[in-house]
Each structure stands twice: as C-alpha cells, then as structure tokens.
C-alpha cells in the first residue's frame, strides 16, 4: 500500500517536473517581462526545486519553489508549489495554492500545456481536500471588540462561523478584549472531520484600586516675628542758606553780549553785499561770483566769510552762557549742611572730625 502510493507520488513529480520544463521551453514572451538576471535565477531555482523533489527533500524543493514565484508566479509554478505543500503535510495550504492554480490557468486562455495545468491543479486539490479538516470558528458570546487570533493570525469577522480548512494537528484560539485578561486555549483538528469550536474569552479585569486622596495637613502658621525698630539716623544741624549768586546774573549778562555780538557782526555780513551782484565769471561763465563797481565794495565782499564765521562764534557762545546762567539761576536755594566741630578721645591721643568727617 505505502510502496503503491509512494510510486505515484514519484510518477507526479516526475510529471509535474516534465511540464514545468515544458512550460518554461515555451514562454519567451513571459520571460521578456523580467530582467535578464532574474529570468536566470529564477529558472536555476525551479530546477534546484525539481531536483530537490525527485530526491525526496520536500521541504528544501518548497523553500525554492517560492523563492522562484517571487521573482515572478506563474500557474505552472503554483503547482508545483502546492505539490511541494502536500508533501510536506500542509494539505489546507497546498488546497489554497491548488485552487489559485485553476483560478489563474482559467483566466488564462494563452497558457501553453493549460490543460495539463489545469487537470494536474485539479488533482492535487482534490487530494489535499480529502486530508484537510473544516473547522468553525465562533467568537465569544457576550464580548465586545474581542479579537481572535488562530494559531497566531489575527482571524477577520468574515472568517468566523464558517468551515475554514486546517491542517491535521494541535491548533491555539487566543482572545484578547477590553477590560479582560488574555486567554488561549488549543483543540486537535483530524481529517477529514468537520468540528465547531467557539473561542472563549478571559475573566474580566479586576476595578482599578483607587487610592483615597488625604488632603495635606497644613501646618499653623508660624508666629509674627516682631523686628524692631531702625535705630534713629543721627541729626546733623542744617542750615538753608541762599545760594542764588551774583554768578549766575553775570553769565546772563555775558550770553546776552555775546548774542548782541553775533547781531552786530550779521549785519556787517549783510551790509558787505550792498551794491554788489551775483554774476557768471567772465572767466569761467558756469561760476557764479560778485560783481562790485568799486575796490571798496570787492574788499568789503571778501570779509564776508570772516563775519559769517565770527557772527556764529559769538552766536553759540551766548547761547552756551546764557542757557548756563538761567540753569545756574534756577537752582534757587539749596540745603547746606552746617559743619560742626567734634573731638573724641582715643586711647594714646584724640580726633578731630567737623561736620562727620574724619
């Protein structure tokens, strides 16, 4: 019986082994989509994987089978990978890959040998399906947002009571909810049974412990601490005494000159034009220059730099002087300290101090 089955098993690969060479003989426009180097590598994988399987290391032949269908996936290729999954005791996996064969031979009227594909799809499906178990998997009653993993893959809400196909075996159901410890618990699958398992959910999670606030104790406050008193400054004796001086009268009256000064010379400035004009050069007619009938009024134009000069001196000078009188003058009166004589007795001789200082 087992020398029966293991000779077939050799028969379909060899089989299957002839047509993936076949297949591959008679794709150039598919191997055209692919770089050079990766249509290289990609068929030295399937024939490693097709030496790999004719020698009995099935595992070794799926590895790169799917490492070829990387590079690019092909029906002929999906065949041999769920041949590989059937011999290396993944029937619901070679299943899956079997039927994905069928789909994608059918879509494919250009396939070369797709007959061949598609009855060879067809058997090891039938073959895997025979050795798989359907099994439903319910969510917990009574749990909101629970999420359920099998087997470590999250299950989605579209997989749950309904027949799903397992590989024979120990299988884990772990759900995790709001407000609930983790659970996993674990159920055997055998072929060919059609089983129905509900996943069941963790206790609930303990109310959190709410620590009771105390509101801090607040200390008395502390006793006013009563400073004393500044000792009183000392009293020096003060006099007021007139300080608005004869100075400051004498500086007004020194501005005051100073500007009647620059007055003066202003108007020698303005009467050393007098019957002058302002002409072009005959020289140089783009210059302007004063044009005078006599000697006297040439010499009295020249002067006019030195009473411009002499007019703003005085000008700024009274200014200055009489603007410090009137600040001088403003003062007033002020406070002058009255300074006293003292003497204090030290040992080996005495000081002298007037007014504080030393």
Sequence with gaps: ????????????????????????????????????????????LIEQAER?????????????????????????LRMLIAQEQLATGAPASAMGSALLCVREATRDPSLPYRENVLTRCR?????????????????????????????????APEMLDVPQPLDPGTHTLTVTAPGRHPRTTTFEARAGDGAEHTALAGDALPPPVVEPVVPPVEAPPAPPVETPPPAPAPVVPRVVQSVAPVGAGALMVIGGASLATSAVFFGLRVAAADGCSVGADPASPSERVWICD????????SMRGTWTAVSAIAFGA?????????????LGTREVPRLLPSVSLLNGGAVLSVGGAL
Excluded: F, K, N
């Design 294 to 301: 006599t000697p006297a009024q040439v010499e009295a134009v």
């Design 1 to 44: 019986m087992c020398t029966s089955a293991c000779s077939a098993d050799r028969r379909a690969l060899v089989a299957c082994a002839w047509l993936l060479s076949a297949l591959a003989a008679s794709s150039p426009v598919r191997a055209q989509t692919q770089p050079a180097a990766a249509v290289a590598a990609r068929a030295l």
């Design 52 to 76: 790999a399987a004719t020698a009995g290391d099935h595992r070794a032949a799926l590895t790169l089978a799917e490492r070829a269908g990387r590079i690019e996936m092909t029906p002929s």
């Design 318 to 330: 009274g200014l200055v002087t009489l603007g410090a009188g009137l600040a001088w003058w403003s």
């Design 123 to 155: 058997d090891i499906g039938q073959r895997a399906r025979a050795l798989v178990a359907l099994v439903a998997i319910h969510a917990p009653t009574g749990v909101a947002d629970a999420r359920i993993e099998l087997d470590g893959h999250a299950l």
